[in-house]
Structure formats: C-alpha cells, structure tokens
C-alpha cells in the first residue's frame, strides 16, 4: 500500500545534520503525515566542520553555523529533549521529559559526542574543552582569543590536527600529544602521517608522539599535564580531541542492536534487533549507524563523514516512504575532507581498508599528492593533498573495483607509482584519536586480514 | 548517414544553428564513435565526465606528437598546469584574491547599463556587435589592464587565434595555423608591452599583479606571462558573447520562459546554469590518451584525438531529465558548461556574473523584443558556437 506510507507519523530522533536531511527529504519525495523531531541541543539543526576551522580562527560565530534549510520539512521540531529509550512493540519514542511519542516509522540518527576526558574530576577544569557542539566551538573560540599561553591538544586524529592548525594560525604555542607513531595515522596509515608530522613541526607545532597524556594538572583551573614519558607540558587550555562516541545508550533496553560502535543497519538503512533480524518500521542514518558495504568485503562501516550522514539519510528517508521494490541501498563511497597546516586533504574510500599505498601523482616533496590505496590487489581509497579534482578519477577506479596500482599514464606521475608500498594502518586500540571510519565487521580488531 | 562522418556533419558549417540531432545521433552511436579521419568522438555524459577528470587524457598537443614550442595552461598537463593556472589565479579568485570577481559586480552593472542606454524601443539593434560583444570585451579589458580602444588590434589576433583552435576534420590548416602562430606572437608581444609598462608603477589590474610580483617564486616569466595574458584576454571575450547571446535568443524564443523569468527575476542565476547546459558557449574540446586507454570498451590508441562533444553531454537522456527542454527551474544541474576537472573554466564565476547582469538588465526590455531573423547568422567556429550577429526588434 504504497500510499498509506507517505502518511501516518513519523517521527526522527536526532536534530542534527542526518535529521534535517531526512526530514527534508521524506517531504522532498511526497510524505504528508506527521512529523516530529526530536533533539536534546535546544537549537534548529547546525553545521559542525566550521566549528573546528573558521569558528576557532574567529572568522564566524558558533552561533552562525546554522544549517540552511532547502525545504521546510513542516515538522514539530522538540528541541532541548534528549530521547531516553524506544518500545519497539508499542511503536513509542519515550522522552527525557516524561513524554512519549507514537509513531509508524522511526528515524534514528543521534550522532556521535565527543570522547571525554576519562577522570571525571580532571575533566572539568576550568580550561579544558572537548568539541563537539556549538558550545564546545563558542567556549574554545572565546579562549583562543583571549591569547593563552600554550594550548594542549591531546590526540592528533582530524579535529586534533585542525584544532593544532587553528592555534598556529592564531599564533598561538600549541602542543599535540598523541600515543601513535604520528598524527592522521590512524585514518592515513604510515605515509601521509608522516607528512602530516612533518607539516605540524614545520608549522612550529610542538608535536609529542608515542606519549599518552597521564594526567591534567590543576587546582580549579588547568595548568598543565603530565605525559607517560615523564615529562610535563605547561598550559593554559587543553583540548581533549580523543574521538567520538556514539550515542546510543538510549536504546540499551530497546532490543535493537545498538552498542559502542553504533546501530547496525542493512544497505536499505533499517536497523537490526539484538537478534539480527532487519526491523521494517526503525531507520537509522548518520554517525550513529553501521552498515554493510559490498566494496568493502561487507563489512560493516561506521562512518563519521558529512556527506555520509547527508546520503544515508536520504536514502533512509526515501525507503521509510516506499515499499521494498523500490526501496534504494545507501551504496555511496566514503568521501571527507579536512583543512589544515595550509593543506586541504580529501579521501575517498576507506583508507584503512588497505594493505599497500602507491603515490600515484605528485610527491611528497611538493605537499601536492595523489596516494592511492589498495586491499589484495584492487583499489579501495585514495587520498589527495591539494589535489582534490582528481579524486572524481580515483572515486571511479573504487567504484569499478579497479586493479591496484592504477593504470599508467597518468600527468604528474609520480616516479614510484610502480612501487607499492605496505599501507601501515595501525591497530585503532594503539592510538589516542579514534578512527572516524572503522571497519567493525566479523573480526574488527583484526581488519585488515579479514575477507 | 554512417556515424563515422558526424564529426564533418557537425563542423559542417549548414549543422551550426541546430547540431542537436546529430548529437543526438552521436549518443545513439556512442559512447564512444571513431571517424573517418581516426578522431575518437564521444557525446554522452558520463563518458564525458569522467574523462575530464581522467589524469591519462592529455590537453597537450605534444602528447599526440604535434610540435609546438610555447603554450598556454588551457593546453599543458599537470604539473606545469598546475604551476601556470595557481600564478594567474593569484589576483584573480580564490584563495589570495577572493573578492576580486565579486568586486567587479557594480562595474559591469556600470558597463551595461552605459550599453543599454542607446538602445531605444522599436528600434533594430545587433545584440551581438551593440551589447553581447562590447560587454565582455570592457569587463576584461578592464580587469586584465588593456585599453579599451585597442579592441580591433586585438580583435584581428583573437579571430585568428581562435579559428586555429577549431575543429575542422579533413581540412588543410597549414594556413590558418601559421595565421594563428603569428598573431599569438603579435598579442603576446602586445599584452607584454602593456605589462612593462606597469613594472613598479603597480595599478589595479592582472597585468600590473603579474609584473609587479615581488616573490620570485611567483613570478610569470615574460614567456610565460604573454602566453598567459593571450589565454585570458581571449577567453575572456570570446565564450561570454555566445553565452549572453545565446541567452537572449533562447529567451525571446521561448515567450512563456521569458515572461516567467521577467516575474520571478531572482531566478536568474538558475537561469543562467540553465543555459550553460542547454546552449553553452563551448560545444566540443579535445583530449588525447597518454597511454592506450578503453573507453567504454572501445580501445583508444596513446595520442588519438578524442573529441568531448561537452554540448552532447549536456542534451543526454541519461543524465538530465527531459534534456532538450529549457527550464530555468531546474534543479539538478551539475551542466559542462565550464567543463569539468583540473581544467574547469578558470573564469566561469566572471562569467556567471557578467551573463547574469546582461540578461538581468535587459529582461525588462525583452517583453515586446522580437527576433528579426531566426535562426540567425552563426560564427564559423563550431567548437566555440553562437551567433555572428542577432538582430532583434525592440
């Protein structure tokens, strides 16, 4: 009854950028029921990535990066509401404020929130900031600007880098530690790390690898740390960049498969019960899911990316109104991009899922690089620095399953693209940042020897 | 006919006011159909798209074994593209010169309406030679530093340098080549001049940023400076015309678009992406492997001419709903109007800008205009189409 879905009650726990995306969406392609949207932030939905670039350098406002809407998704927007839990019989939403919502289909996507500091007391001194939310961007922008002494970032993933590349560009002392063998690692493996190291010292970023924070120092206020080396970094502010979490400890008790690393879905973005059986009326999209992915083994993914969170919630809001024949699998390749030390990186793929590299164009001498990734023998991601229109290119080698290394013939061929090189991707457990792609299929602490 | 002379059928000069069936024809062919003369011809979207954004497809005449000693970044490979297009973007856009287009905004508004200003009702007029020609020649004149008043020295060169660049299959163009060679030599002469002048008295024009570049690292030398000014003083004049004028003989063909373009004028910017796909200024560039490629199944030998029928892949079925349709509405609209890949329009935002405040400024002078001949008279130039003149009645 293909009509009776594009009405009845809908309502998308989750007010973010997948929410907004979907809800827009599901009006987009013809819903004209209900809809509500639930968020605990009290704000409309906004835009996180300038919260770690142009907010902190003081170019906007936290309070600037509101979300364009495209449409009006006529819905009843609850704000400033956390959601605490789903009855997955009686079809109810149940809502921090007592409140409880029916509905005949379910979105979830409540994101991720950033890692916290793991001693709770430590965590909240004054001048140590975790960012995530608008808040988060407004609290450490105000520091910034005030001209602190020396700014701690603890993890060297993305956000940590870009924090670590605002300061500088602030002129600011800034200090990373990070228990890998060098910043990105963990996203990039061993060689475009190692550019990233060199690209942070040469920026006059004081960059401590293979160092675990120990413990943050102060008396109200923080005033430095100590590092597993034995040493101690003197500052002001501490960024705590170790990661995300997923928020899903509102369903523990839901019966849907929702743990650490996210709610697993299928290619058509419906979430599993804890018995692994697909729900046809609950939904999932964002950084919140985990699904499989045919170029990837089937892995199941979880994906911390814009762009993921905007296509699977399209995808999710297209099938929650159509009926199985003409429901869509989210197939879309993992595409993110970061700015930082003056470079603009942009990945597409899964880099991690890799065992050897190639420098495909460019070189790392001209900080102007195409690294193309490839697992047994076929191209799964590439990587380009300051190279962004080729990744149309390698996005289609990917997506064709393309033999590794890439063809000849490429402008600008690097003079090793002949020679692969082992990908270095290492174990997730051994870093301070934590992944924001990750494989997490049959064996996820062993991913790269899976398949 | 047989799909292996489409190439002659659509450079044929008859093709030029309507190659939309031949395109047509070219898809159902496709992707990829080989001619007569050994040229690859390719028409659909797809196909097209992702050549564009292929490393292995050259723009470089060398690769396909032709000899030339100097040229422009519109035909070198990374990286000295790269190197090239990141010097003349310097003064011009992003990231170093970001407000320098939009800043021009009142000027051209200025320039415009200083145009329009002759033109009266009921009166003939050639939207080309009165309005879509002299627009783009200003706006570029003034932001590269060239006097105004130069236009037919350089009108002559740019003519020539643009017939060399057709695609003419089968034709003997050892003439127009060596007319092409020598007037490249004159205007980058010319342009060079011109830059001298300004060397340490800096004034607010490209020319003047180029000579004046104090690091030494991101300086032009003078070869690579008048090779750099030739590229963009006419590639600055000689698409943005068909762009406007192909916009207003679209527009005046379809009363019922215009209208609703005259009511909702803040469509105008989906309006012109609308016509960057629906009639670009730009029909075909050419592309040539740098190593044996198969295209869509098709083997292509290193250093064959593959034609991008662009204007093809702007019409196919495939890719855009209801394709030969002109609809200012449209929404999913990634045209290749500009191009795609590393060499995507380096001034498309110019042009985005000057299209707009033209046919902005004469919308409300289009609702009693009428067309005087249809179709018009076209340029010769089949990879750079649109009409010779467009006489309309205001």
Redesign the interface.
Known sequence: MPDDLKNGRIVIVGASLAGLRAAEALREEGFTGSLTVVGDEPYAPYDRPPLSKQVLLGQATADTTELPMRRDPEAEWRLGVGATGVDLLARRVLLEDGESLPYDRLLIATGTRARPWPHPEEATLDGVFTLRTREDGKGLAERLAAGPERVLVIGGGFTGSEIASACRELELQVTVAERGPAPLVGALGGTLSKLAAVMQRNHGVDLRTGVTVTALNGNGAFTGAQLSDGSRVEADVCVVALGAVRNVEWLADSGLAAGPRGIACDAGCRAFTMYGIVTDDVFVAGDVSRFPHPLFGYQMLSLEHWGNAVEQAEVAAHNMINPGPLQRPHLSIPVFWSTQFGLNIKSVGVPTYSDHVVIA??SLE?R?LAMVYGYKGRVTAAVTVDMA??L??YR?LIETAAPFPP???????AIAADVPIPSDVPDPSVLSHGPTVALTGHLPDRRLSVV | MASETLLARITDYASRPNPYPLYAELREAGPVVQQVDGTYLIGTYHEIAALLHDPRMSVDPRTGGVEVQQLPFLRLDDPEHHRLRTLAMWPFGPPHSPRRVDGMRDEIDQITKELLASFEAGEQVDLVDDFAYPLPVAVICRLLGVPREDEPLFRAWSDALVAAADVRPGADTTETDKAGDQARVEMGGYLLNLAEQRRGKPSDDMLSAFVNEPDAALRLTQQELAETAVLLLIAGHETTVNLITNGVLTLLRRPEQLDHLRREPELLPRAVEELLRYEPPVHMRERIPRADLDIAGTPVPRGASVILALASGNRDPKRFHDPDRFDPTRADNQHLGFGSGIHICFGGPLARLEAQAALGALLPRLGTARLVEDPPPYRQNAMLRGPRHLPIRL
Do not use: E
């Not at chain 1, 063809?407 to 061929?413: E, K, L």
């Open positions: 164009q460019g001209a102007r229109k080729s149309d290119y289609h063809p000849p013939g490429a402008a600008d061929r």
